[in-house]
Antibody
Framework: EVQLVESGGGLVKPGGSLRLSCAGS????????MNWVRQAPGKGLEWVSF????????YYADSVKGRFTISRDNAKNSLYLQMNSLGAGDTAVYYC????????????????WGQGTLVTVSS | DIQMTQSPSSLSVSVGDRVTITCQAS??????LNWYQKKPGKAPKLLIY???NVATGVSSRFSGSGSGTDFTFVISSLQPEDIATYYC????????FGPGTKVDIK
C-alpha cells in the first residue's frame, strides 16, 4: 500500500530537541519532493518545510526557520525533521506530505499524507 | 506574505444540501489554489488542485472554481461522510492554508 508513516513524536521540555522521521512505502520515494505540515491543537494546518528530491531546494516557514532542519535519505525512503529550541508554540501533530508532481523544486500540491505524530512541548 | 481567508468559518447543513465555501487571497494567486478535507484524527486529504481539478479518486460531488483572488468550493449534495473541516491552500509562493471551514450536520 502506498503510504507515509511518521514517527519520533513525544513529550519534550521547552528548549529541547526532537527528530521526526517519515517512512515512505510502495512508491518511488526518491522521485518525489516532500513536505512537513503541522496542526496545533484546535488550530488549522500550517505548512512547515519542503525538500526536493536531492535536497538542493529547501524552504522553511518563518516560524521555524533557524530552528528546524529538513533532510532526507532516499536509500532509506525516509524524510526527517530535526527540531531544536522547541517552544510551546511548536506543540502540534506533524504530518509528512508528498508532492503530487515528481521532481518539484517548490512546494505545491500535497497528494499523500501520513497519519501524523504528536509533539508536545511542556515542562 | 499572501494571506488567505475563508468563509464561513463554520456551517450546519442537512444531508443532501449544497455546500458552498469561499476562499480569498490577499493578492492574485492565479490558479495556484488547492482544497483539502480534514477529519479529526485523520490525515488531510487532497480534494481539488489548481482551483478546479478534482483529485484522483475523489467524488465528483466535490468541485472548485475561481482564479486570481476569489475561489469557491462546492459540495453538490452533502453526505454524512463529508462532515469535516475544509481548508484552502495557495502555493503561488510558500504555501499558506486558510483558517478552515467546519461543516457539520444540522
Amino acid at each position: 500500500e502506498v503510504q507515509l508513516v511518521e514517527s519520533g513524536g513525544g513529550l519534550v521540555k521547552p528548549g529541547g530537541s526532537l527528530r521526526l522521521s517519515c517512512a515512505g512505502s510502495d512508491f518511488t520515494f526518491s522521485t518525489f519532493s516532500m513536505n512537513w505540515v503541522r496542526q496545533a491543537p484546535g488550530k488549522g494546518l500550517e505548512w512547515v518545510s519542503f525538500i526536493n528530491t536531492r535536497g538542493s531546494y529547501i524552504y522553511y516557514a518563518d516560524s521555524v526557520k533557524g530552528r528546524f532542519t529538513i533532510s532526507r535519505d532516499n536509500a532509506k525512503n525516509s524524510l526527517y525533521l530535526q527540531m531544536n529550541s522547541l517552544g510551546a508554540g511548536d506543540t502540534a501533530v506533524y504530518y509528512c506530505a508528498r508532492e503530487s508532481r515528481k521532481y518539484n523544486t517548490s512546494p505545491g500540491v500535497l497528494d499523500l499524507w501520513g497519519q501524523g505524530t504528536l509533539v508536545t512541548v511542556s515542562s | 506574505d499572501i494571506q488567505m481567508t475563508q468563509s464561513p468559518s463554520s456551517l450546519s447543513v442537512s444531508v443532501g444540501d449544497r455546500v458552498t465555501i469561499t476562499c480569498q487571497a490577499s493578492q492574485d494567486i492565479q490558479k495556484f489554489l488547492n482544497w483539502y478535507q480534514k477529519k479529526p484524527g485523520k490525515a488531510p486529504k487532497l480534494l481539488i488542485y489548481d482551483a478546479s481539478n478534482v483529485a484522483t479518486g475523489v467524488s465528483s460531488r466535490f468541485s472548485g472554481s475561481g482564479s486570481g483572488t476569489d475561489f469557491t468550493f462546492v459540495i453538490s449534495s452533502l453526505q454524512p461522510e463529508d462532515i469535516a473541516t475544509y481548508y484552502c491552500q495557495h502555493y503561488f509562493s510558500l504555501p499558506v492554508f486558510g483558517p478552515g471551514t467546519k461543516v457539520d450536520i444540522k
